[in-house]
């Protein structure tokens, strides 16, 4: 298991892969037009789950116990805002979770089942959420380093 730093904890609503510099201030405008509908919220994790399944895991997550329906809305509302600045939307079903680590290689699946089980009641504290933040991510030997770009606050 290769767990992910504590520094590189993030919850991801949209990924980008590379994006032109030019593209960057449409990414801004859309983040500022997202985050003025939306309230500051509180969120949770809580569970732990595996992608993409327990016969074939490859990550370890926590999901969400509290706040995962406003987490989805602004996720949507984010995808909603950049598709009409021209941005492909993402196909895939969006799931808010928080990756932990990465396996090197396949467990049993019976070994992953009893894991999600053993650790079903795990619940964080309370996390106050007031607004988004665009990362740009550089992959190192070492792993990933997230340098924040820019920040769009929630309405007040």
Request: aromatic share 12%; net charge neutral.
């Amino acid at each position: 298991m290769r767990w992910v730093r504590p520094e590189g904890l993030h919850l991801t609503l949209k990924y980008f892969g590379e994006v032109e510099d030019i593209k960057i201030g449409l990414i801004k405008q859309a983040m500022d037009i997202t985050a003025s509908f939306i309230e500051a919220f509180s969120l949770e994790y809580g569970g732990f789950g595996v992608f993409p399944s327990p016969n074939k895991a490859r990550v370890i997550w926590t999901g969400l116990s509290e706040g995962a329906s406003e987490v989805t809305k602004l996720a949507e509302e984010l995808e909603d805002n950049l598709s009409g600045k021209g941005f492909t939307p993402e196909k895939r079903l969006y799931h808010p979770h928080l990756t932990l680590g990465r396996l090197r290689y396949a467990l049993p699946e019976n070994v992953i089942r009893m894991i999600i089980e053993e650790e079903s009641s795990f619940r964080s504290s309370a996390k106050a959420i007031g607004g988004l933040i665009l990362f740009e991510s550089r992959l190192f030997k070492q792993g990933a380093v997230y340098t924040p770009l820019y920040e769009a606050s929630f309405k007040k």
